[in-house]
């Protein structure tokens, strides 16, 4: 079965702090995904990575920034958190583009105070 | 970009019944899944269809891709199927694809 572990299911910051939200996939997959889900827009994309050290931006990369240095491993960072960046976020990941499934992680629910 | 509509927006169920979860989108599509977000936030897969059908025990789903809409058959509803449902679509784009999600159904079944 794949596996989608997200760093933290809750997680308190304070305006301005540099935030990590740390994703990892052990099926070997080459896509990696982070989304941020709100009540009334749904699930928006952040940013991608469709290999190591690639990333593309989403439909809302602003304020936000992407690592990937392993293969299973995407990290999502806030450089400096803001009280809109308050939401749940999703990470996910796909064997290759196009015709694959993605595969979620249980989420993060990050709250900026 | 590509326009998922999902009705109804709500549904509220008695244990026992059955129920059918529409996904309408607006262009041709080489992936379209239906995910089951439990309360704690997990999206859980149900089906990968971008064409056909497919059943999984209680659960069945039909892609009529030529029509541009998919259906969610859940028979024999539970309480453990509360819940909201997304359909989720990709659109070809050399190599570039991502999934544009509908603002899913809120699934409510009453024991």
């Known amino acids: 079965d794949v596996k989608v572990t997200q760093s933290s299911r809750y997680l308190v910051k304070r305006t301005g702090e540099k935030v990590f939200l740390e994703c990892v996939q052990d099926?070997?997959?080459?896509?990696m995904f982070w989304y941020r889900q709100d009540p009334g827009l749904g699930l928006r994309l952040i940013y991608f990575?469709?290999?190591?050290?690639?990333?593309e931006k989403g439909d809302i990369p602003e304020g936000y920034s992407v690592s990937r240095e392993k293969k299973e491993r995407f990290s999502l960072i806030l450089e400096s958190a803001s009280t809109n960046q308050t939401s749940m976020y999703l990470c996910?990941?796909?064997?290759?583009?196009?015709?694959?499934?993605?595969?979620f992680g249980p989420g993060t629910r990050l709250t900026v105070t | 970009g590509i326009q998922v509509e999902q009705s109804p927006p709500d549904l509220i169920l008695q244990e026992g019944a059955n129920s059918t979860l529409r996904c309408n989108f607006s262009d041709s599509v080489n992936n379209l899944q239906w995910f089951h977000q439990n309360p704690w936030g997990q999206l859980i897969n149900l089906f990968y269809?971008?064409?056909g059908t497919k059943q999984n025990g209680r659960l069945s789903a039909t892609t009529v891709a030529t029509e541009r809409y998919s259906l969610l058959y859940i028979s024999s509803s539970q309480t453990t199927d509360s819940g909201v449902y997304f359909c989720?679509?990709?659109?070809?784009?050399?190599?570039?694809?991502?999934?544009?999600f509908g603002t899913g159904t809120r699934l409510t079944i009453i024991p």
């Open positions: 269809i971008p064409s």
């Open positions: 099926m070997d997959h080459e896509n």
């Open positions: 989720a679509v990709e659109i070809p784009n050399f190599g570039n694809e991502k999934l544009t």
């Open positions: 990575s469709y290999d190591v050290k690639m990333k």
């Open positions: 996910a990941s796909s064997l290759l583009t196009g015709y694959y499934e993605q595969y």
